[in-house]
Nanobody, 124 residues
C-alpha cells in the first residue's frame, strides 16, 4: 500500500491550505485515514482522523489545537482523504503525514500505512 500526499506549501498566518492524500495498492477496506503533524523538533502528533470502521458512515475526530479550523473529509473514491486548513498559525508549521488503516483482505488484520509527508510553512 502506498500513500501519496500533496498540497503543502508556504502561506501567511491566517491563510488556508488544502492537503490531499491518496492510498493505492492492495486494499480490501480502508477503515480509517488521517493526518499527523510533526513540528520542527517535536514528535509526530495526530491532527485529525476520519474513520468508517466496517460501516459506510464516517466519523471525524480532531485534536484540540485544530478543531474549528481544520476539516477532514474523504473523497468519493474511498481511498482519498483531504485536510482543509484555515486560520493557519505559525505553530501549524511542520511536516504533515497522512495515514491509512487498511485491511488487505476480508480476513486480514488492519495495518497502518504512512505517506512521505508534505511540508507546510506558515509565516507570521
Amino acid at each position: 500500500v502506498q500513500l501519496q500526499a500533496s498540497g503543502g506549501g508556504l502561506v501567511q498566518a491566517g491563510g488556508s491550505l488544502n492537503l490531499s492524500c491518496t492510498a493505492s495498492g492492495s486494499i480490501f477496506k480502508n477503515v480509517a485515514m488521517g493526518w499527523y503533524h510533526e513540528a520542527p523538533g517535536d514528535q509526530r502528533r495526530e491532527v485529525a482522523q476520519i474513520t468508517s470502521g466496517e460501516s459506510t458512515n464516517y466519523e471525524e475526530s480532531y485534536s484540540s489545537s485544530v478543531k474549528g479550523r481544520f476539516t477532514i473529509s474523504r473523497g468519493n473514491a474511498e481511498n482519498t482523504v483531504f485536510l482543509q486548513m484555515s486560520g493557519l498559525k505559525s505553530e501549524d508549521t511542520g511536516i504533515y503525514y497522512c495515514n491509512a488503516d487498511v485491511r488487505m483482505t476480508s480476513q486480514s488484520a488492519v495495518y497502518r500505512y504512512w505517506g512521505r509527508g508534505t511540508q507546510v510553512t506558515v509565516s507570521s
